[in-house]
């Protein structure tokens, strides 16, 4: 019986009314899967907006550094007679009495040891070699008196950018009262101030956050992606030739493709272990060098290279072929001549975003030793050297408040490289690529 009613109501409605509520439904279903879509990437684009938020929060504050203006005296008495012939031979220790005295100057009221150390602990370590520097650029500084500005303490600096509170007892914080008032006193005096961080793009790593800086990873990173792209592209984009347009399809190249397709997958740190047991340990190449860690990450990068490449090949008609061998070219003069130009764009861009993911590793560099500790800058691919992941990671790791600013500062410095490189490979595409 309620068959029957079912069928007699089906046939009280006509099709046009039917097929309208069917049409209803199929749009409010695409609008609901419109609305998750735009929620997801809404979603998305929010989480990436509050890490970045949170990176230069973090971060922004790296960029300047508190400074305190001392008159440091350099009279000839102060110093042993080979260091007035040669500045270079000036010891740390004696211009850390240099900087010592002058501090005792601006507060002479300072007798007790431990009270003086406190207040030698304003100035950071790092001052010396700023201060010896300068002495060894221009050696007729020696016999008078300059006044410098030498960058205070992390902890200096920490309590002046607001990461020091006052209110939190003095036996649970690391920046004592006395250090502050002194520190409060010498801002009242206009001897403090806060300047622009050069030292964090000039400076190597340092054990002293204030000193910190990024150039000698800078340099390393840009030896070991100058050794990866070197190595990777041109093997990568010659090997996508041969097996796009040379190869013949048997058996063995079927192989060969599907193992190239499951190393773009294994994990980075893989590749370390292989660089480890291969180029360190058979071929006993130095460790921690932008050599080592340029071939292993061009190991890395080779698999993506080789497939992008091959789909610019690829993506080049057939037409193009037909013709330059219709014209009497040779099959080697038709890919150089014709395919390969053609192609180009799109291996040029695979290569630039296979040198991002490099840029950005951190895993194999680790296994081969870069996470070394090195103050020095690099000048060759076979110095000691760090990478700016490495570095981080190095930053990351240390207990200092203040390195946690300059791991953020950091972060920034390697986001802006790897959004540019991919704004390269956009452009290189959209200027070159053409439509079939």
């Known amino acids: 019986m309620n068959n029957l009613d079912n069928n007699n109501q089906l046939t009280d409605e006509s099709p046009s009314e039917y097929s309208s509520d069917r049409l209803l439904k199929r749009q409010k279903k695409e609008k609901r899967f419109q609305l998750l879509g735009k929620l997801s990437v809404l979603a998305s684009v929010s989480f990436l907006f509050i890490l970045f938020i949170s990176i230069i929060e973090k971060g922004s504050s790296a960029i300047r550094q508190s400074e305190v203006l001392l008159s440091i005296d350099l009279s000839t008495e102060n110093f042993r ?3 007035l012939m040669d500045p270079k031979k000036i010891r740390g220790s004696e211009l850390n009495k240099l ?6 100057k601006l507060f002479p009221n300072v007798q007790s040891r431990s009270d003086r150390r406190m207040l030698y602990s304003l100035i950071s370590s790092g001052a010396r070699h700023e201060l010896r520097d300068r002495i060894i650029q221009n050696r007729d500084l020696i016999g008078g008196i300059i006044s410098v500005w030498l960058p205070l303490s992390d902890d ?14 003095s036996n649970l914080r690391r920046f004592k009262d006395n250090q502050i008032s002194w520190l409060d006193q010498l801002m009242s005096d206009g001897l403090v101030r806060k300047s622009f961080n050069f030292r964090f793009f000039t400076n190597g790593d340092s054990r002293e956050p204030e000193i910190a800086g ?26 996508a030739i041969y097996l796009e347009e ?23 740190i893989v590749f370390g272990l292989l660089g480890l047991g291969v180029f360190l340990s058979f071929f006993e190449f130095p460790r921690s060098a932008p050599l080592v860690g340029g071939m292993v990450l061009s190991l890395m990068t080779l698999p993506t290279i080789i497939i992008v490449s091959r789909a610019s090949l690829k993506a080049v008609p057939g037409s193009i072929r037909e013709a330059a061998l ?9 890919v150089l001549h014709h395919v ?28 081969i ?21 490495v570095q981080i990671f190095l930053w990351a790791d240390s207990p200092e408040r203040a390195f946690v600013e300059r791991t953020s500062a950091a972060i920034m410095l390697l986001l802006f490289f790897l959004l540019t490189m991919n704004f390269v490979a956009v452009l290189l595409r959209q200027k070159f690529e053409k439509r079939w």
């Open 99 to 104: 900087t010592r005295n002058s501090l005792i």
């Open 340 to 367: 390969l130009p053609l192609g180009m764009p799109g291996i040029l861009t695979g290569g630039i975003l296979g040198m991002a993911r490099a840029l950005g590793e951190t895993a194999p560099l680790l296994m």
């Open 81 to 83: 007679q080979e260091v």
């Open 214 to 239: 990024t150039l000698g990873a800078l340099i390393g990173s840009f030896f070991t992606l100058l050794v990866t792209f070197l190595i990777s592209f041109p093997i990568g984009v010659m090997a």
């Open 326 to 334: 219709g014209l009497g070219a040779s099959k080697m003069q038709m």
């Open 246 to 268: 040379f190869s013949p399809k048997n058996r063995f190249t079927e192989i060969i493709e599907v193992n190239i397709n499951n190393l773009a997958a294994v994990p980075s």
């Open 369 to 389: 030793g870069m996470v070394a500790f090195i103050v020095d800058i690099p000048t060759k691919i076979d110095d000691p050297s760090t990478a700016l992941p």
């Open 156 to 169: 200096a600096d920490m309590y002046l950018k607001g990461n020091i509170k006052k209110d939190v007892p």
